[in-house]
């Protein structure tokens, strides 16, 4: 049996930064990962790095540069004639990427002295845990402490199996040998809604349905209604109000049967992608009697500090509640390696950043007006347009808009909403802001540089107080 004093399971985002963080702080740091890279070789990073976050963002720039060069090049006088896509070539620059990264994370387990296992974890009992895996006995590791970072997986859809040749989940959608000439997506989500964007751009026809019956119902109305007029006029169909009943393999692809309000109606597609959503990855973590809860969607039940009920054992990420999100993941970790290691540390979940990287980009951080509403919080509204900043008009970003609310009486920052180029970047000032507490008045009188598209959020900040400069305000 070998000792240590942090154990985490699984090496996602969550689980790799807390290793990483228990290590720095002095702990003797074990992890365990399943992972399997295509190489047959284990493979750090978790669905975040492998199947997720970073190889979609790759494909997103790859079909984004394709085309801006078909469709706008001639813009700037850049006569490129005949453009055309090598899917496999894009397809192995996405895995290269990925290698590279997680080769990256390997070296960084070594130089900080983690010992890894390729395998299994479960939980067996406080301070005990189980390490399986193929080609070899089973190992037993003791901790101190234990950190459960298993992640998550795709929701699949009864009567849909995913056979990631006619039917995919998110990770196969990845993996595409060809483009499909019809693409069928459920759900509107954030997957369903980057993925769709990928395929569209290089040349799918793309229907999204979706069940709700509007799109992004976490997002701002302003910011959602937007973003459904950018999509639709790029040539998404994105039906809302549709619920998928059944689908059926044909011979040349599969045909969806669904509820448009009560009109039963069904189309054929050549590829259908399900992305109705994420679980927690819990299954066989956990030995029945090693005192962890679940709850009913099959997550870890934890506290305001992520700790279980049982002495010693944390949850962190995907695996518990809240937004299923990379970068919560990662600092839920850090705080549990700090709270372990020097016993106190930190995480405002209500200012955790949310990000779609379609084209324009979608991102947001706390209320939405229509939360403010709810609460009967009084606040104000500053709006400025990316048509109206100069820089976005020199690089052909004029979509979208910024929207800053602030209490009325305090002035406070209490929500930030973004659609338009770079506003993953962007939001970060915003998120920086409201945690410092800051108010409208302090980002309106933060010197921006000029011309750059984060002068957007400065006037935005002006607006809440009826004083932009480059826009009309009323």
Same mark, same amino acid.
């Given at each position: 049996?070998?000792?240590?004093?942090?154990?985490?399971?699984?090496?996602?985002?969550?689980?790799?930064?807390?290793?990483? !963080?228990?290590?720095?702080?002095?702990?003797?740091?074990?992890?365990?990962?399943?992972?399997?890279?295509?190489?047959?070789?284990?493979?750090?990073?978790?669905?975040?790095?492998?199947?997720? =976050?970073?190889?979609?963002?790759?494909?997103?720039?790859?079909?984004? !540069?394709?085309?801006?060069?078909?469709?706008?090049?001639?813009?700037?006088?850049?006569?490129?004639?005949?453009?055309?896509?090598?899917?496999?070539?894009?397809?192995? !620059?996405?895995?290269?990427?990925?290698?590279?990264?997680?080769? %990256?994370?390997?070296?960084?387990?070594?130089?900080?002295?983690?010992?890894?296992?390729?395998?299994?974890?479960? #939980?067996?009992?406080?301070?005990?845990?189980?390490?399986?895996?193929?080609?070899?006995? +089973?190992?037993?590791?003791?901790?101190?402490?234990?950190?459960?970072?298993?992640?998550?997986?795709?929701?699949?859809?009864?009567?849909?199996?995913?056979?990631?040749?006619?039917?995919?989940?998110?990770?196969?959608?990845?993996?595409?040998?060809?483009?499909?000439?019809?693409?069928?997506?459920?759900?509107?989500?954030?997957?369903?809604?980057?993925?769709?964007?990928?395929?569209?751009?290089?040349?799918?026809?793309?229907?999204?349905?979706?069940?709700?019956?509007?799109?992004?119902?976490?997002?701002?109305?302003?910011?959602?209604?937007?973003? &459904?007029?950018?999509?639709?006029?790029? %040539?998404?169909?994105?039906?809302?109000?549709? &619920?998928?009943?059944?689908?059926?393999?044909?011979?040349?692809? =599969?045909?969806?049967?669904?509820?448009?309000?009560?009109?039963?109606?069904?189309?054929?597609?050549?590829?259908?992608?399900?992305?109705? %959503?994420?679980?927690?990855?819990?299954?066989?973590?956990?030995?029945?009697?090693?005192?962890? *809860?679940?709850?009913?969607?099959?997550?870890?039940?934890?506290?305001?500090?992520?700790?279980?009920?049982?002495?010693?054992?944390?949850?962190?990420?995907?695996?518990?509640?809240?937004?299923?999100?990379?970068?919560?993941?990662?600092?839920?970790?850090?705080?549990?390696?700090? !709270?372990?290691?020097?016993?106190?540390?930190?995480?405002?979940?209500?200012?955790?950043?949310?990000?779609?990287?379609?084209?324009?980009?979608?991102?947001?951080? %706390?209320?939405?007006?229509?939360?403010?509403?709810?609460?009967?919080?009084?606040?104000?509204?500053?709006?400025?347009?990316?048509?109206?900043?100069?820089?976005?008009?020199?690089? +052909? *970003?004029?979509?979208?808009?910024?929207? @800053?609310?602030?209490?009325?009486?305090?002035?406070?920052?209490?929500?930030?909403?973004?659609?338009?180029?770079?506003?993953?970047?962007? @939001?970060?000032?915003?998120? #920086?802001?409201?945690?410092?507490?800051?108010?409208?008045?302090?980002?309106?009188?933060?010197?921006?540089?000029?011309?750059?598209?984060?002068?957007?959020?400065?006037?935005?900040?002006?607006?809440?107080?009826?004083?932009?400069?480059?826009?009309?305000?009323?």
């Amino acid at each position: 049996m070998s000792d240590f004093d942090v154990v985490v399971i699984g090496a996602g985002p969550g689980g790799y930064v807390a290793a990483i !963080r228990c290590a720095q702080l002095g702990l003797k740091t074990a992890c365990i990962d399943r992972w399997v890279g295509k190489n047959g070789k284990p493979a750090v990073g978790g669905t975040c790095l492998n199947v997720g =976050c970073i190889p979609s963002k790759a494909l997103l720039n790859s079909s984004e !540069r394709y085309e801006d060069m078909r469709l706008h090049a001639a813009d700037h006088g850049i006569n490129s004639g005949d453009v055309s896509i090598d899917v496999e070539k894009m397809l192995a !620059r996405k895995d290269k990427i990925v290698l590279e990264l997680t080769d %990256g994370i390997s070296a960084l387990f070594k130089s900080n002295k983690i010992v890894f296992y390729a395998g299994h974890g479960c #939980l067996v009992e406080a301070g005990t845990v189980r390490v399986s895996s193929e080609d070899q006995d +089973d190992q037993t590791l003791a901790a101190k402490h234990v950190i459960l970072a298993s992640g998550s997986q795709p929701v699949q859809l009864p009567g849909m199996a995913v056979d990631n040749k006619t039917i995919f989940d998110s990770s196969g959608a990845l993996e595409f040998p060809t483009v499909p000439k019809t693409l069928g997506i459920i759900g509107a989500g954030v997957i369903g809604l980057e993925l769709g964007s990928v395929w569209r751009r290089l040349g799918a026809e793309v229907v999204i349905l979706e069940a709700a019956q509007s799109l992004l119902g976490s997002a701002d109305s302003m910011i959602a209604r937007e973003a &459904k007029k950018q999509f639709s006029r790029q %040539g998404l169909d994105i039906r809302l109000g549709c &619920k998928v009943t059944q689908v059926d393999n044909t011979e040349n692809g =599969c045909s969806i049967h669904y509820l448009d309000g009560e009109n039963n109606e069904s189309i054929g597609v050549e590829r259908l992608i399900v992305a109705v %959503g994420r679980r927690p990855v819990t299954d066989g973590l956990l030995d029945s009697n090693c005192g962890v *809860a679940l709850d009913d969607n099959g997550a870890v039940l934890v506290d305001a500090d992520c700790a279980t009920a049982v002495p010693g054992v944390w949850a962190i990420g995907d695996a518990v509640r809240g937004p299923m999100l990379a970068h919560k993941a990662s600092e839920e970790g850090i705080a549990v390696a700090e !709270r372990i290691a020097v016993g106190s540390s930190n995480i405002d979940h209500s200012i955790i950043p949310w990000v779609i990287y379609t084209h324009p980009e979608i991102a947001w951080v %706390g209320a939405t007006e229509e939360e403010l509403k709810a609460q009967e919080i009084p606040y104000t509204v500053g709006l400025f347009p990316f048509a109206a900043s100069g820089r976005a008009k020199a690089v +052909d *970003a004029t979509d979208g808009f910024i929207k @800053i609310l602030a209490g009325r009486d305090s002035d406070q920052i209490l929500g930030a909403h973004m659609i338009g180029s770079q506003v993953s970047e962007l @939001i970060n000032e915003a998120v #920086l802001a409201m945690s410092m507490e800051a108010s409208a008045e302090d980002l309106a009188r933060t010197v921006h540089a000029h011309p750059t598209l984060a002068e957007a959020v400065h006037e935005a900040a002006l607006a809440a107080h009826g004083r932009a400069i480059h826009k009309v305000n009323r």
